[in-house]
């Protein structure tokens, strides 16, 4: 089945402890990027990858960090989370970039305390 | 600043009638991607319309079509015949000012279906 896996579904950390995010697609994608949503803005683009060992920030970078070695993953590193990045996460992949239209994964819930 | 807009933050419809949610946006780019996404409470977020500003007709996918007026710059989702299963968070999403191939997402419509 054609997917974008996203682990963990939800997770609560404290302040300033390391966390990674893990994202995997299975559609041989080009295309992947990471999304916070947070009520009342929508979805906003933290970072994203065109191709391997290609990535350029989004609109909201600040506190976040990302790689992609492989094609098919793309994590997303919190070196020092903070409270105010506690979100909702989406990983999202695209054989075209976003104007193809994104699959994205189930989601990580983050909390931050 | 944010470029695409739902007015409504939270519409009703009563199952089997038909529902408009609105999208407006903003940009200086003629050529450019429309979308409609949907968020049930699952969270899952799925595709559920895309339109090619460049294309005249309005695109339709089952129940779920547009209207897309380009020179008001405005993208309606009409659901037709609603079901419960069509209760969800709507997000429109769109072309920046000045840059097509990149997308902002509105901050959404939650739709509520009534039995």
């Known amino acids: 089945e054609a997917q974008v896996t996203q682990n963990p579904r939800y997770l609560i950390t404290v302040t300033g402890k390391k966390l990674t995010v893990t994202c995997s697609q299975n559609?041989?994608?080009?295309?992947m990027s990471w999304y916070r949503q947070d009520p009342g803005l929508g979805l906003r683009q933290i970072y994203y990858?065109?191709?391997?060992?290609?990535?350029d920030k989004g609109d909201v970078p600040e506190g976040y960090k990302v790689s992609r070695k492989e094609k098919r993953n793309f994590p997303l590193i919190l070196e020092s989370p903070s409270p105010n990045q506690t979100s909702l996460y989406f990983c999202?992949?695209?054989?075209?970039?976003?104007?193809?239209?994104?699959?994205f994964g189930s989601g990580t819930r983050l909390t931050v305390v | 600043a944010q470029t695409v807009t739902q007015s409504q933050p939270e519409m009703s419809v009563q199952e089997a009638e038909t529902v408009t949610l609105s999208c407006t946006y903003d940009t200086s780019e003629s050529d450019y991607y429309l979308f409609w996404y949907k968020q049930p409470p699952s969270r899952q977020m799925i595709l559920v319309i895309r339109?090619?500003?460049?294309?005249?007709q309005n695109a339709t996918e089952n129940r779920f079509s547009v209207n897309f007026q380009k020179a008001a710059k405005s993208f309606s989702l009409k659901i037709s015949d609603s079901q419960l299963g069509d209760a969800a968070m709507y997000f429109c999403a769109g072309p920046r000012k000045t840059s097509y191939d990149k997308v902002i997402f509105g901050p959404g419509t939650s739709l509520s279906v009534i039995p």
């Open positions: 999202a992949s695209s054989d075209t970039g976003p104007f193809g239209g994104y699959t």
């Open positions: 339109q090619e500003a460049y294309k005249q």
């Open positions: 990858s065109m191709n391997v060992e290609v990535t």
């Open positions: 559609m041989n994608h080009e295309y």
